[in-house]
């Protein structure tokens, strides 16, 4: 037998602990088993005991549990955003950041509020002291150690579509077979993943952790037939902070006002004065010799396997672009850690040569290495098999979340998590919810970056690690960091089913909030000369001659809400604890509204859905070739993503849309 | 593709009212937003006595007023009247006609319809669209849009969809070719050219966004496109007021013949022209460029080309010749394919095989769209009588091929039947309103350049204030230009980023 520990959770409620000491026994049939406790499998194990489904969370190490396995930070730009997103859902994360934070500050504070990017560096250990104890202390939530072998399948509902269906977990080393509905798999890079330094390889998805997953990446390959695909990453050599001189690096600070991820907190753990800096040092002609240096016995360069672009090693960074600085950030790795790590110097030569190249920097030079950097190439399941709440399309109750869909990055990985808790759960799937009916429960992405996030995988698949940039969000003016929890907190709730009461009525209330000071401004009109006399600094056109609202004062860039409230205060000083939200409305609301219509357009297109097994190759609907191979390969979900494929014609989408409907009210009419 | 666009709006009408039927229950409204007012010319191109432009959309009533000169009332529903056809910016009479009032729900559309029946020319319609383009709120139409909105009226029914499919699938080849033509030109160039430099000023200011911070984006890319934005603005804006820089647009309706070589396609093209415009010879490959001519046959504008003999040869000029060639095929609105018939297999029942190849070969492949094509049957001089009618007997049996006419250039036998068959195609093609006509696809072009000279203005008006909002003026700028050029999407955007930046946070 593996020696598996239990955890139970302190019973906040007396009825659960009942409950859970009636059925404590090892043959438990569970909800949702996941498997995998990273940032996809925490927040899946979170998300679904939040809307009470009974949940098993499976993983190597329970010790690893919350592990920042890369750089100590979260958030930044676009990344933030699916932060506050998964915040606004009632996910861990957020929270958490704001519990290990000690270094808060919002990127793109000058570039306009629909980009800002709220960034913490973290203190690793607090991080992970906050999953582990929210976890551990959740009811209907028990986490074992262990490692899966492979899945348990059987034969498919055929009232649904699919060809198998998952009905559990089987332990390794001959131990336990698992039951549950529904599996979660966030397995990140351990997927047959494989380490590389200098020229030897090894097997596993973290140094210093056994591999594993080796009859899993069987089980999806083999038995269920899915097409994988391989990528690539890399973490830095972390620096003992001791033996670098910081004196040679030029002093970052953070803002001197944290500003908390999450909307149910109103500051962080960490005193704005103990907050602790980051340095910033660059490259040397020194680094760029090493590197070629390097070259003939660094196997993980030399292969030819897909890395991100944007967040390339230095051999690569060095390659594409020779004979520039690149900047090389030293981040502390927390409060009372004596590491640092080298941003910008993720690495794969052999530890000599690492520990070379680093000293070519001036600040680094006495620099020694604690670990060295390395590599890592691991499998991918190719993201167009799945649907948008990320199921499986041929397997029946599993579900994949986090790197294994390619995607890189924490808050990629926590972003995938609440469009699927419902279906995992078996709640809210029904029969009337096939082929052309109500909406599938997913988000969208005209209403956040997690729909761009998951619209981008399952229609497009990728060719690079993914990772968010708000360039990817056509509604990117809607979409802001400060409001999501206005456009995502309430569905939440009441459809998903995953955000606590209190964080409701919070959200509710800044609404009402937020709608009463608006109309309250507009209900200020004044003529210009009034504007001018009572707020003498602001330059208010001359041959300005209409009625000004207090809404449209707001659009002057030198006038703020709490400008606005000491003019007015008996009407306005009740809403001052929203004023920079106010002011972002005001600005940006003449925008959003020019965005609905295409909004809607959009949404309209979503919320008619195509059936999974819809037989594009039938005669009886009238399309090209061309166009019923292209959509036999893809399986569109609605006719929005069918539309988005390239090749698909208009004329194409009409007979769809024709002969989908004809069906439907056939099998409506039985 | 920018014609995409409208058709998923038609997708999204249909989708509305499919939902609304599904789910009756539901309590999703269609909050379709405000929509726009169209307008076209709804009667085919070509020589005709009245031209009707049609506007349909809720200012339909208020363009009425303004371009008929009317201060008040409307006209009696569906009632003509005889009234001046002004434009409105400078009073200018542009013609007399009869205008008609179809308030809605009771017209095609369903919506408020405005129609205007003016002379045929193409100075006069060309002036009344240019003036209801001057009004607020009002675009031109998309091809098919006026049937999308009948369509989501309710005034089609659903079983009628599957030919709506076969209507779009007509009209935005027709709308395709009309495109490329132009978009082959300086012109297309032109467009391309401006894309192409907001789609890298795009890039640039996105990737100051999404990466200056910790990264070594140079502070001068933001300086480079306050340089490159007013400049490409003005270009455009130049554009938009000199109408005599653009290319001018040629007008008729393309027939373009084609075939292999020595087949007497030029001997052809010279008896349509009735003058020796192309050499004729016995030697294989003699015409090795486009030779074109605007041509009045039966009263309808036809721009003739003849081309290049279609054969596999190691002579780069001819090569080059052969391309153009196929390009013109493919642009074509009648292609006549001819046949040498000393050519064909002496069996007669082989006869319809070699046509059929010969057809493929000379078409575009994969075009499956019914281009109006004949087939004609060269040098019949050369070939003894009762062959002749083996052949046509064999003909007269095969229905998939194109029309076929048996003729000889040399001989003039046959030609009158031709150019009957011919003006008979001409007929059709000019008298449908999806021939689309030049002045149609420019005053678009126009809009959409005008829209795109709009949203360069926000980025200005922002650069200094909000860089998300100053980008979103470039994004919808893009867009706009991305109407003419094709859609350029976020993938694009991320591939001129990386491209040009090292990107290392």
Redesign the interface.
């Known amino acids: 037998m593996l020696p598996v520990r239990r955890l139970l959770a302190q019973p906040r409620f007396p009825s659960f602990s009942l409950a859970r000491s009636s059925s404590n026994s090892s043959h438990k049939r569970y909800d949702v088993i996941v498997v995998g406790g990273g940032h996809a499998g925490t927040e899946a194990a979170a998300a679904a005991t939040r809307i009470g489904a009974e949940t098993l969370l499976i993983t190597q190490k329970i010790q690893t549990i919350g592990a920042l396995s890369c750089n100590p930070s979260m958030g930044g ?2 990344k933030g955003h699916l932060v506050k997103e998964v915040d606004a859902l009632d996910g861990l994360m957020g929270r958490a950041g704001d519990y290990a934070g000690v270094h808060f500050s919002i ?2 504070r ?6 800002w ?1 709220p960034r913490a560096q973290l203190d690793r250990s607090r991080y992970k002291e906050f999953i582990q104890s929210e976890l551990l202390n959740m009811p209907r939530l028990t986490v074992i150690e262990g490692s899966v072998e492979g899945l348990l399948v059987s034969a498919a509902d055929p009232e649904q579509p699919g060809k198998h269906r998952v009905t559990g977990v089987r332990m390794a080393d001959g131990g336990d077979k698992i039951l549950c509905s529904s599996v979660v798999l966030t397995t990140g890079t351990f997927l047959s993943g494989s380490l590389f330094m200098g020229r030897t390889t090894s097997p596993g998805g973290r140094m210093g952790e056994a591999p594993s997953c080796a009859g899993l990446s069987h089980s999806l390959k083999e038995v269920l037939g899915l097409k994988l695909g391989r990528l690539k990453t890399g973490t830095p050599p972390r620096i003992i902070r001791e033996t670098v001189n910081f004196s040679l690096t030029q002093l970052q600070l953070p803002d001197p006002q944290p500003t908390p991820f999450s909307f149910i907190n109103t500051h962080t753990h960490c005193k704005p004065e103990e907050q602790i800096p980051c340095h910033l040092t660059v490259t040397t002609p020194g680094v760029d010799r090493v590197v070629r240096e390097s070259l003939p016995v660094n196997s993980h360069v030399q292969q030819d396997t897909k890395g991100p ?4 090693s230095i051999e690569s ?1 060095v390659l ?2 020779p004979g ?4 090389v ?1 030293l981040e502390p790795e927390g409060l009372n850690s004596d590491l640092i790590y080298p ?2 110097l993720s690495m794969t030569m052999p530890p000599e040569l690492q520990l070379r190249l680093i000293r070519e920097i001036p600040a680094l030079s006495q620099a020694e290495i604690h670990t060295p950097g390395y590599g890592v190439q691991y499998d991918f399941v190719c993201p167009t098999q799945l649907f948008p709440w990320l199921q499986l399309k041929s397997v029946q109750g599993l579900f994949l979340a986090g790197q294994i869909n390619g995607t890189t990055g924490y808050e990629e990985a926590a972003a995938q998590v609440p469009v699927f808790p419902l279906r995992a759960c078996g709640r809210g799937v029904n029969a009337g919810r096939t082929a ?3 909406p599938p429960l997913s988000l969208s992405r005209t209403e956040s970056y997690i729909g761009v996030l998951i619209d981008d995988l399952v229609v ?1 698949g990728v060719t690079e690690p993914y990772r968010m ?4 969000a ?1 509604f ?2 809607s979409l802001r960091p400060d409001n999501a929890d206005l456009r995502l907190t309430p569905k939440g709730r009441e459809e998903i089913g995953c955000v606590s009461q209190h964080r409701y009525q919070e959200a509710v209330r800044v609404q009402q909030g937020l709608t009463e000071a608006l109309s309250t401004l507009n209900s200020i009109s004044l003529s210009p000369p009034c504007w001018r006399e009572k707020l003498s600094d602001v330059g208010i056109s001359e041959n300005k001659s209409t009625l000004i609202s207090g809404e449209e004062m707001l659009l002057y ?1 030198d006038v703020s809400f709490s400008m606005l409230a000491s003019t007015f205060p008996d009407l306005l000083s009740p809403y001052l604890e929203f004023a920079e939200r106010i002011k972002i409305e005001a ?2 609301r003449p ?1 959003c509204e020019k965005q ?2 295409e909004m ?2 959009m949404r ?2 979503e ?2 859905s195509l059936p999974p097994d819809f037989d594009y190759f039938s005669q009886q609907v ?1 399309l ?1 070739n061309e166009v019923r191979e292209i959509l036999d390969r893809a399986r569109p979900s609605t ?1 929005g993503a069918a ?1 988005r494929l390239k090749g698909v ?7 769809l ?2 002969y989908v ?2 069906t ?1 009210r056939k099998t409506r009419g039985k | 593709m920018s014609l995409s666009r409208c058709w998923r709006r038609a997708l999204r009408m249909t989708a509305v009212r499919l939902r609304v039927r599904v789910r009756c229950d539901s309590s999703v409204s269609s909050a379709a937003g405000p929509v726009d007012t169209i307008y076209a010319l709804s009667s085919g191109q070509g020589r005709c006595g009245v031209a009707v432009v049609r506007v349909s959309g809720p200012a339909a009533g208020g363009a009425l007023r303004s371009v008929a000169g009317l201060s008040r009332a409307l006209p009696a529903p569906r009632t003509a009247l005889l009234r001046s056809i002004l434009n409105p910016q400078t009073n200018e009479v542009l013609d007399r006609g009869l205008v008609l009032w179809f308030p809605g729900p009771h017209s095609f559309t369903g919506e408020d319809i405005a129609e205007f029946h003016i002379h045929g020319g193409p100075a006069v319609i060309n002036g009344v669209l240019q003036a209801l383009g001057s009004l607020p709120g009002l675009r031109p139409a998309e091809a098919g849009e006026f049937t999308q909105r009948a369509f989501h009226a309710g005034k089609l029914d659903l079983t009628e969809v599957e030919g709506l499919g076969d209507l779009i699938h007509a009209e935005t080849e027709a709308q395709r070719r009309q495109a490329l033509r132009q978009m082959a030109g300086d012109l297309g160039q032109l467009y391309n050219d401006w894309s192409q430099r907001l789609k890298r000023c795009l890039a640039h200011v996105e990737a100051f966004i999404d990466f200056s911070e910790g990264d070594l984006i140079e502070d001068g890319v933001l300086n480079q496109v306050d340089l490159d934005v007013p400049q490409l603005q003005m270009e455009i804006e130049n554009h938009l007021c000199d109408e005599r820089r653009g290319e001018r647009l040629r007008s008729g309706v393309q027939v373009v013949i084609a075939g292999s070589t020595n087949v007497g396609k030029s001997s052809l093209f010279n008896i349509l022209c009735q003058r020796p415009a192309a050499i004729v010879s016995p030697i294989a490959g003699t015409t090795r460029d486009i030779v074109e001519t605007s041509l009045d046959i039966g009263g309808f504008p036809v721009l003739l080309s003849d081309t290049a003999g279609l054969r596999d040869t190691g002579d780069c000029v001819e090569k080059e010749g052969v391309r153009r060639a196929r390009h013109m095929v493919e642009l074509a609105d009648v292609t006549l394919v001819l046949v040498d018939s000393t050519q064909l297999p002496q069996e007669p029942p082989m006869v319809s095989g070699f046509l059929r190849e010969y057809l493929m070969n000379v078409l575009p492949s994969g075009n499956n769209y019914k281009q109006q094509r004949l087939l004609i049957l060269n040098k019949i001089d050369l070939l003894p009588k009762e062959h002749i009618s083996a052949i046509q007997n064999v003909l007269t049996q095969t229905s998939d091929l194109a029309p076929v006419c048996i003729l000889s250039c040399h001989s003039r036998e046959g030609l009158e039947r031709f150019l009957t068959l011919l003006q008979d195609r001409l007929k059709t093609l000019c008298g449908d309103p999806l021939a689309g006509s030049p002045s149609l696809t420019q005053t678009r072009h126009r809009a959409h350049l005008q829209n795109c000279v709009e949203a360069l203005n926000q980025y200005y008006q922002y650069r200094n204030v909000d860089l998300a909002l100053a980008a979103e003026g470039l994004r919808l700028g893009l867009s706009s230009l991305g109407r003419i050029t094709g859609k350029v999407g976020a993938e694009e955007i991320l591939d001129v980023i990386f491209r040009d930046f090292c990107i290392g946070k």
């Open positions: 730009i676009g990127l793109n000058r570039k306009g509020p629909a980009v990017g672009r944007y967040c390339p960074r594409r672009f520039r600085q690149h900047q950030w941003q910008g052309l009916s109500l497009h940039f708000t360039s990817r056509e990117r003016t860039t600005v940006y925008h609905q219509r809607e357009r309209e297109e919320s008619l009238s090209s006719l539309m014609t208009p004329a194409a989408t009409v007979h849309l024709n409907t004809k439907d």
